[in-house]
């Protein structure tokens, strides 16, 4: 089992920046690959970014690209995701992931209860 805890979320201007956190326990955090996902009101969850276990390898949705970094510290057991240029239609409740590399939810085992971010027009 692996619990998964985010913080960080908020309200904020668009053009503003927040960096969301997630706080693993149980099972080796580093063993996992990690992601991101978000789902705003009315809309299905959709991916956004994930990181291999290492690090190593990054990838992103297009609509966040090169606006939000994905990043993770395996010696502390934190998952981040830096968001830059934020939008209004950013906003979401964002839950991190652990399982594997991949782009689907079912490519995740382990699920955080989502952090809210509202981005102001």
């Known amino acids: ?6 913080s960080g979320g908020g309200l904020v201007q668009a053009g503003g920046s927040l960096r969301l ?3 693993a326990s149980g099972r080796t955090f580093s063993g996992y ?4 996902f978000r789902q705003a009101p009315g809309k299905e969850r959709e991916f956004v970014a994930t990181i291999s276990w290492s690090g190593g390898t990054t990838y992103y949705a297009d609509s ?15 998952l981040y995701l830096q968001m830059n240029s934020l939008k209004p239609e950013d906003t979401a409740v964002y839950y ?3 399982g ?3 782009l689907r939810d079912g490519d995740y085992n382990y699920w955080g209860q989502g952090t809210q971010v509202t981005v102001s027009s």
């Open 33 to 36: 690959a990690m992601g991101w």
């Open 1 to 6: 089992q692996v619990q998964l805890v985010e």
């Open 100 to 102: 594997s590399f991949g």
């Open 21 to 23: 956190s997630c706080a």
């Open 96 to 98: 991190c992931a652990a």
């Open 64 to 78: 966040v690209k090169g606006r939000f970094t994905i990043s993770r510290d395996n010696g502390k057991n934190l």
